[in-house]
């Protein structure tokens, strides 16, 4: 059974940093490809990072430069690295595997 746990999430400043780490339970994660996905409260989920077992990552136009995903297959993690923080950019942010994601951690950028 795939089992995905968010953490790291939190209250910042606009232009601040947080760290989001994600183990995987139930993944074949040498083999997998992981991803990160942000929502907000009434729109739909947004992907914003993946990353292939072989080191192929994606990161959404918005957050290029300031967003990184790597990953550590012999923990079952996946991290996303989040600088430059904007307001905009608070909500739910969800690891994902395949059509499985977490249950979210909240991050927060409010002055």
Known sequence: QVQL?????????????????????GVLFAGS????????PGKQRELV????????AFVTDSVKGRFTIFR????NMVYLQ????????TGVYYCTYME?????TQVTVSS
């Open 72 to 75: 550590t297959d012999r923990k």
């Open 5 to 25: 746990v968010e953490s790291g999430g939190g209250l910042v400043q606009p232009g601040e940093s947080l760290r989001l780490s994600c183990v995987a339970h």
């Open 33 to 40: 490809t992981m991803g990160w996905s942000h929502q907000t």
């Open 82 to 89: 989040m600088n430059s923080l904007k307001t905009d950019e």
């Open 49 to 56: 990072a993946t990353l292939t077992y072989d080191g192929k």
């Open 100 to 104: 499985h994601w977490g249950q979210g």
